[in-house]
Each structure stands twice: as structure tokens, then as C-alpha cells.
């Protein structure tokens, strides 16, 4: 999608925006809680929480009690080796949260497009998300940024690793991941899409509408 039909998408989505609370319609109230550390996933999450209107929340600034008055809950996190920040979130509070509407996002530079990109996060979350955890909450797949030439020394260091074990592997064997990372390695690259967050707006506005 170019730029020009992304912000097409997006502003038809607004045309079709319903009533906000303000409006005096009984909408249940929606956060966005994001964990982020160089700004992708925030910037995603200020996308959705203004689209719907709602609240929107730095994950280190709140405790889960802070949740409570909430319907419907939307956690993104960035994706790191694989974790997704913050996720434990859901995880630990999962008993007080699980009668609400769980939406998870992740952010990374992995292509969602691509479905063995999505099969490992999802392995990756089983880690952190017990198989209930998983059915409960409804997941989604952003793409990220990264700036070798910005990353704190422990990234750097983290990714050059990362670099030296891919490349030191077959060709042949290198997964699609692996081949993105040995392309991208080095560079500064940007995939941060806004029309991205479309699926999950029309995924919040369908529950709005059947609770
Ligand atoms: C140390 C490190 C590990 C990363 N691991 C992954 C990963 O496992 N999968 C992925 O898709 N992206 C990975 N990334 C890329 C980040 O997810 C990407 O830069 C994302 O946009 C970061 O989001 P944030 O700025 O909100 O923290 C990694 C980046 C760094 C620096």
C-alpha cells in the first residue's frame, strides 16, 4: 500500500468513526497500554487509542488495578529476541482481566506478512501465555523500525550476536527472518504503517457493537 492510500484508508476510517462517549452514546470504555523503547509501538499505540477515542497508557506508569474500570483492554508491546515487553502484563493479572476484552499487539521488524514470522511470535508468546491465556486474548501483528546507528550499546551488542550466529548458518537453512535481519543489518529501516492498525480498530468497533 502506498502512502497516499494509507492515509485514504485511514481518514475513511474516521468518516465511518461512531459516537464517542462524550456523544452520549453508552460505549464501553477502551484503554490502549503500550510498552515501547524506541517509539514504534508507541507511536501505533497513540494511532489506536485515537481512533477510538479512548485512553491511552504508558505500561510503566500504571498497575493493573489501574485497569479495572476498563471493557476492553489493547496491549502493544515491542518484540525483543522474540519477548514481547510488557506482555507479562497479561500474564500476571490475567485472573482480574480475563473477563474483559483482551486484544494484544505486537511490533517488530519481522514481516507479519509472513506467516512463519507469525507462527514464532506466537511460540514466543507461549512462553509467557498459558494455551487459556492465548484462546482468551485476540492477537495482532504490526511492523516496526530500527536504527542500528540509534540502539543503546546493549542492542547493538545483542544484535551483533544475533548477526554473527545467522551468519555463520547455510544458506540453504537461513529462514525468512534470518535472510530480513542479514538485509536489514547495519541500516536504519522503517516499515511503521498506519493503515496497519485498521484490522484491529474494525476488530474493537465489532465488539462495540455486540456488547
Ligand atoms: C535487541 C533487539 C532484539 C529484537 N528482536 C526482535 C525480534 O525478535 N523480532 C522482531 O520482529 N523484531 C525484533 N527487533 C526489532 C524491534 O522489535 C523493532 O525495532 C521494533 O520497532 C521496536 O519497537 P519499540 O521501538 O516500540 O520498542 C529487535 C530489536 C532489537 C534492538
Redesign the pocket.
Known sequence: MTAAQSSKAVDLLSASKPPTCEEGMAFMKTAVV???????????AKWIAEELSCDLWDRKKIKAADLQPYHTIVY????????V?GADLLAKHFQELRHKNLILF?????DPANTS?TD??RK?LGKVLTPPMQDAIQLFHL????DYQK??P???A??AA?HHMIAKKDAGSLSD?DKEMLATYGKAVD??DQAAILPLIHYVRGLERSD
Request: glycine residues 18%; charged residues 15%.
Open positions: 503500550f510498552q515501547s523503547r524506541y517509539g514504534s509501538t508507541k507511536r501505533y502493544g508491546g515491542g518484540l525483543y529476541a522474540g519477548g515487553l505486537t511490533c517488530g521488524l519481522a514470522n514464532s511470535i514466543s511492523r516496526g523500525a530500527i540502539l543503546r546493549i542492542h547493538k545483542m544484535m544475533l527472518e516499515f511503521i
